[in-house]
């Protein structure tokens, strides 16, 4: 079945720092790719997403690339505020069976102290 | 800007009692979906439904039951709340395409006594 493995957690970087989390995915078929944020409290917001290979999402600093030939989706920023400090997680949708649900990964605390 | 909204936000109950989870959307999504979100932040489906009158479990089984009677309207409910039902609860709506986002609701943190 489909499944996404993001990288393990926590993270703690300071203010300005480089971020890179990891994701990782397997799937039938060619899947959309989605990274949601969690801020303490509140549901999920989406981030960013890509619906083909090679295609770049991007929103608020953040960065991701479909990457087909490494099955891959890692969200990355240059440089992070504290303002970031979220659970972020990756998913995917496919068609099939599993039509337009979506398989996250276990997410990834990021912390930005000051 | 997405419309979903969930209620209540917080509910502490006792052991036994029946509760019902509201969810409503109001951008004429067809697709809506319940999360369970447990302590480890892993976010479970547990039921989603296509339309009118269609209900499906999910990839986690649950006690609790679905209905959609109204296109804007996914209401969750639990018969018998047990401590094991202690969890965050989260409501999506999505277009009919893959490639559609998922839009969540702030959900509701359940507390069962």
């Known amino acids: 079945g489909d499944s996404v493995t993001q990288m393990e957690g926590p993270v703690t970087l300071s203010e300005e720092a480089f971020l890179t989390i990891n994701c990782t995915y397997t799937a039938t078929g060619y899947p959309s790719l989605f990274w949601y944020v969690q801020y303490p409290g509140e549901g999920l917001q989406l981030l960013l997403k890509a619906t083909k290979a090679d295609d770049k999402g991007s929103n608020k600093g953040f960065e991701a690339t479909y990457r087909k030939e490494t099955t891959s989706f890692h969200l990355e920023k240059g440089s992070v505020q504290v303002s970031d400090s979220a659970v972020y997680f990756c998913?995917?949708?496919?068609?099939?069976?599993?039509?337009?649900?979506?398989?996250f990964g276990q997410g990834t605390i990021l912390t930005v102290h000051p | 800007e997405a419309d979903i909204y969930q209620t209540p936000r917080y509910l502490v109950i006792g052991t036994g009692k029946k509760i019902t989870l509201e969810c409503s959307q109001t951008m004429g999504h067809d697709k809506m979906y319940w999360y369970q979100q447990d302590p480890g932040m892993e976010l479970h489906l547990i039921h989603y439904s296509y339309g009118v009158n269609s209900t499906e479990k999910g990839d986690l089984s649950s006690e609790s039951t679905v209905s959609r009677i109204r296109t804007e309207h996914f209401p969750l409910t639990l018969e018998s709340a047990r401590p094991s039902h202690t969890s965050q609860y989260l409501c999506?709506?999505?277009?009919?395409?893959?490639?559609?986002?998922?839009?969540f609701g702030p959900g509701t943190r359940l507390t069962v006594l």
């Open positions: 998913a995917l949708s496919t068609g099939g069976t599993s039509y337009g649900k979506l398989t």
């Open positions: 999506a709506s999505s277009g009919v395409q893959v490639t559609d986002t998922q839009y």
